[in-house]
C-alpha cells in the first residue's frame, strides 16, 4: 500500500483517490484556511471530516499526523522531493502550499516577506484571542463572573481591529495584493458574528474592515471552501 493510505490516519479516514492532497479538517476558521487555500489554487484535493469531537481529533489515527491534536492537516503525496509530506499547523498549510503553486505569496522577496508578516499576525494574534473572545464571550467562559477575562480579550479583539483597520488604509488585500495573509485573517474576521460579539467589539466603527471581509466573502473560491470539509 503506498502513501497517504499506508499512514494510520487512513485506518480512520481512507482515501479514495491518494494521488491528491488529503485534507482532515472541519469548517471552523482555522480549517477553512487550508479549504479555501486549495480551492483559490486549484488544487486536486480530497477532504476528510474530522470533528473537534475527542472521538475524532485526539484518535490515535489523527493523533499520527498531528500530535497537536488540531485540525487542519494535510497529506500532500506528490512533496517537493518527491516524496509524501505530512503537515499541520494552519499558517505552515498556507505557506507550504502557496510555493507549491508559487500563488498568493507575493513575487518579490520583499512582497513575501510582507505576507508572512500578516500571516503570523494573524497565527500569534487574531486567531489565539479571538479564539479567547469566543470562549469567554459566547462559550463556557461566559458562565464565569468575573470580569477581567471578558474584558482582557474584548479589548484585544478591539486593539486587533484598530491595526486591520489602520493596515487597510488605501489597499483592498492586508499585505497588497490578495494573499494567504487574507486567506487566515478573513475566517477569523468572520468569527465575531458567530461569537454574537460584532457589538462589544465595534465591528461597525470600522468601515475598511467591514468592507474587507466582504471582499473577501465575495470570492467564489471563498464561498466554496469555507463549507468543505462539510458539517454534515
Ligand atoms: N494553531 C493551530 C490551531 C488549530 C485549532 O485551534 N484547531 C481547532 C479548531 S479551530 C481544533 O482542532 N480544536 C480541537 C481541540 O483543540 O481539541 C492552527 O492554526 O492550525
Known sequence: MTFPNAHPIATRWPASHPDRIQLYSFPTPNGVKASIALEEMGLPYEAHKVTLADADVKSDAFLALNPNNKIPAIIDPNG???????????????????????????????????????????????????????????????????????????????????????????????????????????????ALEFYGAREVTGWDNHPRTVAYLERFLARPAVQRGRLIPSRD
Open 80 to 190: 517537493p522531493d518527491g516524496e509524501p509530506v505530512a503537515m499541520f499547523e494552519s499558517g505552515a498549510i498556507l505557506i507550504y502550499l502557496a510555493e507549491k503553486t508559487g500563488r498568493f505569496i507575493g513575487k518579490t522577496a520583499t512582497e513575501k516577506a510582507k505576507v508572512i508578516q500578516w500571516l503570523m499576525f494573524q497565527m500569534g494574534g487574531v486567531g489565539p484571542m479571538f479564539g479567547q473572545l469566543g470562549f469567554f464571550y459566547k462559550f463556557a467562559g461566559s458562565q464565569i463572573e468575573d470580569p477581567r477575562p471578558q474584558e482582557r480579550y474584548i479589548n484585544e479583539a478591539k486593539r486587533l481591529l484598530n491595526v486591520v483597520e489602520t493596515a487597510l488604509e488605501g489597499q483592498d488585500w492586508i499585505a497588497g495584493d490578495y494573499s494567504i495573509a487574507d486567506i487566515a485573517l478573513g475566517p477569523w474576521l468572520g
